[in-house]
């Protein structure tokens, strides 16, 4: 009688434990497979992995992982970046965009985007969207925004629309589509950011149009 209770007792602590354990070993696949490495473990510490999915992000074990490495390199970028400007807003996070970079992603004065047909703009931004090459630390846009992970629900607003990392890292209160191309390759890609004008910018912001479509249909 007591033994059969003992054996209940502890198959409930193990199928417990078996529900925190099986998602955190997704998780670290999915990073050791993005990254094409062999070390999963080394490659995301599970403290973080484990870490996203207590915050119950919840959804999915990718969004998790890919947020996971957009947190690394929101700190990676802080730290290289980080150079004191005296600039008081987002210093509270720690996290220093230095004041050049805080200029490069907003619309220049007197600027004319890029005109083209649309169609082919979006196939181009679409390529480009999945090229990795475009960022200096092996990302593609997609590598984070596959099936629409890691948009905030502000993203279903018309632009220009407040967007916390434009806030948080750029010290910017309303955001264009554009602009926010140029902060994601800033910031979560460490590239330069794209020539003003220039097509690529054009097609990735024709894209992203695309991806904001979906998003508010999903
Ligand atoms: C390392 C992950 C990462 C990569 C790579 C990345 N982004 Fe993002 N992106 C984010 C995060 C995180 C947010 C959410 C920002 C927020 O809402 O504060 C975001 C938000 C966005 C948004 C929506 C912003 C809004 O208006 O709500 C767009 C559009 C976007 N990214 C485009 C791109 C493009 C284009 C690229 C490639 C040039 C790219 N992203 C690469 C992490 C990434």
């Known amino acids: 009688m ?18 925190v354990t099986l998602p955190m070993m997704t998780v670290v696949t999915v990073a050791g497979f993005n990254t094409g490495s062999g070390s999963f473990v080394e490659l995301i510490p599970s403290a973080e992995a484990a870490q996203g999915e207590a915050e119950g992000e919840a959804k999915g074990e990718a969004e998790g992982e890919a947020k996971a490495e957009a947190e690394d390199f929101a700190k990676g970028e802080g730290e290289a970046e980080g150079h004191a400007e005296g600039e008081a807003e987002g210093e ?25 047909n649309v169609a082919e703009l979006r196939a181009k931004g679409e390529k480009l969207f999945n090229d990795t090459s475009l960022s200096s630390n092996g990302l593609a846009c997609a590598t984070c925004h596959t099936n629409g992970m890691l948009y905030n629900p502000t993203f279903k607003d018309e632009y220009p629309h407040f967007v916390a990392m434009g806030k948080r890292d750029f010290g910017m209160d309303m955001v264009h589509l554009d602009e ?10 460490a590239a330069e950011p794209l020539e003003w004008g220039s097509e690529e910018l054009a097609a990735l912001t024709e894209y992203a149009r695309t991806e904001q479509k979906k998003f508010i249909d999903k």
Not at 180 to 186: A, E, K, P
Request: hydrophobic content about 35%; aromatic content about 4%; overall charge positive.
């Open 180 to 189: 926010m191309v140029q902060i994601c390759m800033v910031a979560p890609m």
């Open 2 to 19: 007591s033994t059969n209770k003992n054996r209940k007792e502890l198959l409930r602590k193990l199928s417990r434990n078996l529900m």
């Open 92 to 116: 509270a996070e720690g996290e220093g965009v230095s004041a050049s970079l805080k200029k490069a992603v907003r619309r220049p004065e007197g600027y004319t985007p890029y005109q083209g």
